[in-house]
Every structure is written in C-alpha cells, then in structure tokens.
C-alpha cells in the first residue's frame, strides 16, 4: 500500500485531524504527568532527611528543560521542511512549536532558579547549563521577533526558518563556548547528567512526567497551528464552511 | 568573471565610503565615547580597569559594529542596486563577500586600529596591547560576517536597527568569550594564549566560509 505522505501537509485536511488529535494529547498529558508526578512524590523511597526534600522539582525542572532542547530541533525541522518542499503548514508548526518551546525554556529557567536557591544557595550563578538556557531563550525570542516583525507571511516564514538553521548551527558552538570559557580547564556548579546513577523510582517518575510534557507540548503545539490555520486561511471557502466559523458569525449577526 | 565582480564591488564599496567619510568616525567615536563611559560609571582604580578592560573592549566593539550592520545593505536596497546585484549572473555569494569585506575594512578595521587607545585609558600592560589587537583583527570578521545574515534578514524592516542587535547579539558570544579570555589570559605569567587564538581563527575560518552563502540565501528571501 502506497502511503500520501503529504495528504495532511494541506492545512484542509490537517485542521480536522489536529482537531480530533489534541483532546487525546490533553488526555494523555495529564495522565502522565499526574502519573509520574504521583510516583516521583509517593513511590520513591524516603531515605533521605526531609532538608533534601527540595530535590523533587527535579520532575518538573529535568522534563521541561528535555522538552525545550528538544522543540527547537522540532522547530528546525519543520522549518527545514519548509524551506525544501516549500509547504506553507511546516512553516505554520515551526512557529507554533517556537511559541511552546520558548515557555518550556522558561518554567525550566524558573523552576531552575528556585531549586539552586535550595541546593546551592543562589537563584543564579552564571553555570554553563544556566548561561546555555538563557541563550536558548534568547535564540527563541529572536525567531520569534522576527517574525512577527515581518508583515509579508512568506518572507516571514522563510526568513525565521533561515535563522532557526543559522541557530542549530551555533548554538552547540555557543554551549561550549560558555561551557569552557578558558580552554585549558572546564567546571561548572551541575554534576554531569548521568542517567545511570539516578535511582530507579525517580527515573521512572522522571520520565513518565516527561512523557506527559511531551504530550502537552504536542496538544499546545496543535492547538497553536489550528489558529495559525485558521487565521492565514481565512479568506478560503473551506474556512468559512467550518462549523464553529459559522456558528460565530451567526452569534455576531444576531 | 567572478573576481572581477568581487573587486567591481569591494572596490565601488570603498570608494562610497571614502566620499562620506563621516560614516566611518561615526562607528570609530561611538566605540571611543563607550569605552570611555565605562570608567567614570565604575571607577578609575586601575586594577578594577585592567580586570574590566577584556570585556568591555569586546562589548564595545560588538555593539559598534551591531549599530553599523545598518548600512551595509539598506542604501543599495533602497537605490535599487542590491537588486541588480541580486540579479547578476555572477555568483551572489561572491558579490556578498565582497560587500562584506568593505563592511568590514570601513568599520572593524578602524576599531583594531583605534584600540591601543583602551590600553592607555585602561593601564594595559604593553604585551596585552598587541594581544588585544590581534584578537579583535581575527575576531571582528566574525562579527562582520554574522551580522551581514541578520542585516540580510531583516533587509527594509520597520525597527530593523534593534532587531538586528537582538537577533544577532547571542549569536557573537563565542568571540567574546574567547576574545576576552585571550586578553585577561594575557595579563597572566605563565599561561598560553595560543588554544584561545586557535579557536578565534577557527571561528573566523568557518565565519567567512559560510556565512556569505547564507547571507546570499537570506537576500533572495527578503527580496523575493
């Protein structure tokens, strides 16, 4: 059977489908994270004393920090796509992850400053992974400008897709710069993450709360190309057939 | 037919500027009126001034040549030329470079030139002078040739001026760790500066490969 991979490339036929998808993405990411926060809070042994107890922010800080890394290659991705075959819905889910994406880096930012308050003393130190999220945020927020500075939509989209590549290429060159400020010796106020020395409870609440990010960040990202749909399509027919479009504009009416 | 395109344009860029030559002191007494703002805000004891010299010399230069990303495309863009250019059937990356390389011998040149005068505001010791200048000759390309893709990008924008610093300001931290570091390591006995000089020319290497032929794609964009 031949799949039409570019069937729902048409915001027509994406519309309907985002609709139907993203009670399922609600559904999924409250389970998950209720589920993993649930584990993370009552399942994990408490042999630490209860001082330590501040570590548990670690569900919310480690899924949200993933979940920022991890939407900008989304977002370069689609807005890759974009640039090679030119379908004006890749652009539209690049924008909309961006906006995502940019909250996500900061509750990892925040949730950040409060746990180093507890654990190292401070809100903010400039660390290597501290100073990389800043730039993250800053990276995103400059897409972002961009282009909503942009009045014509497809120079909007192209030339924001052109800056997210030009920032997938230096942000890794940005980490180790602020990683390695004097080449001959690296520290930095974070142990290095390593998986394998976290506890077994706490790795699976970790990463069932972050499965649960990731599944509202699918349900907000859907959300947001569904109104970016709406409102670059809104002159077409099949727009103003839409039920609900309908629906408002009889309410107005009347 | 491609290098002589290249020195048409590097050659066209120079003389326009050479004719206005207010252009280029603009830049050149900005980066001088900040560097020497920074000691009447923070005190002039001279060891607080050669600890903050690396940094502010490389902030300073980072915002000159942000404010003069402004020109480099917007009065051909607005005369019609850059079209031209555009349209050529030379390669435009070529031409871009070319445009860029005047940018730069208008703008970051004068500053590498300028910048002993930080050694004598800041109480460097000599070595660190010519460090200094080194590192901003094989830094400020860099700057140059980042900036030209966001000046192409947000080519004939409302407010294009602050969202050309916001765009491109987090993308020149690299040069300004390591350029910085370069300076501060300087003043220190006994350590190399060479891995921090290796990774500046590193950046500048890669700058100057790549970026004309983004900042090419980036003009097709904004003129399409």
């Known amino acids: 059977m031949k799949i039409n991979w570019f069937k729902y490339s048409a915001p027509m036929s994406f519309y309907p489908l985002a609709g139907k998808l993203i009670p399922l993405f609600w559904i999924a990411a409250i389970v998950f994270i209720l589920g993993g926060l649930y584990w993370g809070f009552f399942k994990t042994a408490d042999v630490l004393n209860d001082q330590k107890q501040y570590y548990r922010i670690i569900y919310v800080h480690v899924s949200s920090a993933w979940m920022a890394m991890w939407l900008y290659v989304v977002m370069v991705f689609w807005a890759m796509l974009g640039l090679i075959f030119n379908t004006r819905l890749s652009y539209m889910l690049a924008s909309a992850t961006a906006i995502t994406g940019t909250v996500m880096t900061i509750i990892a930012l925040a949730t950040g400053a409060i746990w180093g308050k507890t654990s190292w003393g401070t809100y903010w130190d400039w660390d290597p992974k501290l100073t990389t999220f800043l730039i993250l945020l800053f990276v995103y927020i400059g ?64 990463l069932v709360t972050t499965i649960g990010f990731w599944m509202y960040c699918f349900a907000t990202t859907l959300m947001r190309a569904r109104i970016i749909v709406l409102e670059r399509e809104r002159s077409t027919t099949w727009v103003s057939n839409l039920p609900e479009i309908k629906d408002s504009e009889v309410e107005i009416k009347s | 037919m491609m290098s002589s395109n290249f020195g048409i344009i590097l050659k066209r860029d120079l003389l326009l500027a050479l004719r206005r030559r207010s252009e280029i002191f603009t830049v050149l007494f900005f980066f001088i009126v900040v560097i020497s703002l920074f000691p009447l805000g923070v005190g002039t004891e001279e060891k607080i001034l050669q600890q903050m010299a690396p940094g ?79 590192v901003l000759l094989i830094g400020t390309p860099v700057l140059s040739m980042l900036g030209a893709i966001a000046a192409a ?53 890669l700058s100057v490969v790549f970026s004309p032929w983004v900042t090419a794609a980036a003009l097709k964009i904004s003129l399409e």
């Open chain 1, 143 to 206: 897409y972002i400008a961009l282009q909503s500075a942009i009045d014509d939509v497809r120079r909007s989209d192209k030339a924001s897709a052109l800056l997210a590549l030009v920032g997938l290429a230096l942000v890794p060159i940005i980490y180790y710069a602020v990683n390695c400020p004097d080449p001959t010796e690296c520290a930095s106020l974070h142990q290095e993450s390593s998986l394998k020395r976290v506890e077994s409870n706490i790795l699976i609440g970790m």
């Open chain 2, 56 to 134: 502010v010399v490389w902030i300073s230069a980072l915002l000159a040549s942000t404010l003069a990303l402004d020109r480099l495309f917007s009065a051909d863009y607005e005369d019609g030329t850059l079209e031209k250019i555009v349209l050529a059937p030379s390669s435009l990356s070529v031409s871009v470079f070319a445009k860029i390389l005047a940018h730069w011998l208008l703008t970051g040149l004068p500053l590498v030139l300028i910048s002993p005068l930080v050694g004598l505001f800041y109480h460097l010791p000599m070595h660190s002078v010519f460090i200094m200048m080194l």
């Open chain 2, 153 to 205: 990008l947000t080519l004939g924008l409302r407010g294009g001026g602050v969202l050309v610093s916001l765009l491109v300001l987090p993308l020149y931290i690299p040069v300004l760790v390591y350029g910085a570091g370069a300076i501060s390591t300087s003043m220190l006995v006994g350590v190399s500066i060479e891995p921090y000089i290796l990774l500046l020319l590193a950046f500048s290497i």
